[in-house]
């Protein structure tokens, strides 16, 4: 624990309980003794495949994707 009071979780535990950035944590005490537990699963949004990460979340429903495609490449051709 440092001189504020925040207290450091070794990567390892952070990777047992799924938190990882600034995932918000219940602290409960339990037997004076405190727990420490995701409030929510962390987001499945992006996974990786092949080496990439790939978002896999739902779109929106007037999502289109020929047309984001284009857009992507208008921005190449600008710089």
């Not at 952070?14 to 005490?29: C, D, F, H, L, Y």
Request: charged letters at 30%; one cysteine or more; aromatic letters at 2%.
């Amino acid at each position: 624990m440092d001189a504020v009071g925040r207290l450091v979780l070794p990567k390892e535990i952070r990777q047992a309980i799924g938190i990882s950035g600034r995932t918000k944590v219940m602290v409960e005490v339990v037997s004076s003794e405190a727990r420490i537990s995701a409030c929510e699963p962390p987001p499945r949004n992006v996974v990786q495949t092949r080496g990439r990460l790939v978002y896999a979340g739902a779109l929106p429903r007037d999502w289109d994707s020929s047309a984001a495609v284009l857009q992507i490449r208008e921005g190449r051709l600008r710089r």
